[in-house]
């Protein structure tokens, strides 16, 4: 990680202006059908990894702030309508799916990747894939609990499919 205030402060303003243009371009949130592909995760893992837990939860929080605003707006559809406090019905459980799980992510993405990092002689490759694979999990783990405890039928095929579209595309990401 990196200890230069200096050096952290200019990788966290490229991070988050990343995140932005992420969001809010073409290459952030690939519709495929009812379902949508992100990768705006992705500085949030750089972040964990270059910069440490309070950062990366920074950005968590930008994720789960963007990701929210696009899908308020009515063209998305799908999946996406649930991370939406207006087209959802239920305003709280959108906000905490939308910012509240992405808050989360990246604040164990930043412990994760610490412990993993610490407890490893080897820091190579297999600390990063080992770390991104253990938060792809608790990702997905954290988007079906917080479906089953708001009573979201999480069971139709949209749902499934953009889970399972995510973590295919972002453990990829992660090994490569």
Do not use: H
């Amino acid at each position: 990680m990196i200890k230069s205030k200096r050096a952290k402060l200019y990788i966290m303003s490229v991070l988050m202006a990343l995140e932005f243009i992420i969001a809010f371009s073409a290459i952030g949130y690939i519709q495929i059908g009812g379902a949508t592909l992100t990768f705006a995760n992705i500085p949030v893992f750089a972040g964990a990894m270059l910069l440490g837990p309070l950062e990366s939860t920074a950005l968590g929080l930008i994720f789960g702030l963007t990701s929210m605003w696009k899908a308020m707006s009515f063209y998305c559809t799908g999946i996406d309508v649930l991370f939406s406090p207006i087209q959802s019905g239920n305003p709280l459980y959108s906000v905490i799916l939308a910012v509240g799980t992405r808050i989360v992510f990246g604040l164990l993405a930043g412990l994760i990747y610490r412990m993993v990092d610490k407890s490893s002689k080897d820091k190579s490759r297999v600390v990063t894939v080992f770390s991104s694979l253990t938060l792809l999990l608790f990702n997905t783990a954290f988007f079906i609990l917080l479906n089953a405890l708001f009573g979201t039928n999480i069971l139709y095929s949209e749902s499934i499919m953009t889970t399972l579209l995510n973590f295919a595309v972002n453990l990829t990401v992660a090994v490569i």
